[in-house]
């Protein structure tokens, strides 16, 4: 197989949904909030982009493929290393949907 028959294989199975890694959550199932939510902590995402919207964006797909339902971002400030690059730093909570919550099983 000649190289470049390879480097279409590659393409067409990376550009076909079968092939492209899965998350339980899209980027835009993230819930940005303004307040730490009573919910489970998952960690922190640092998105990186050339604008704070990409930054903000590449940190709400980081928190998808983390399994997030939440997302507390910090605001958005050049990277001290390169000062080209936009960052913005997000805690991330995993909370049960709402019907699961309230009330508890056996509660009066």
């Known amino acids: 197989m000649s ?3 390879f480097v279409g294989l590659v393409f067409l199975c990376y550009s076909a949904p079968a092939c492209k890694p899965t998350s339980t959550e899209t980027a835009a199932d993230v819930r940005i909030v303004n307040t730490k939510p009573r919910c489970e902590k998952l960690g922190v995402v640092e998105g990186a982009g050339g604008d704070a919207a990409h930054a903000r964006e590449d ?8 399994g997030a339902t939440h997302i507390l971002l910090e605001s958005a400030h050049l990277d001290l290393e390169d000062g080209m690059t936009t960052v913005v730093t997000g805690r991330i909570f995993g909370c049960p949907p709402p019907d699961e919550v309230y009330p508890p099983t056996g509660y009066r």
């Open 3 to 5: 190289r470049l028959a």
């Open 59 to 66: 940190a709400l797909e980081q928190a998808a493929e983390r």
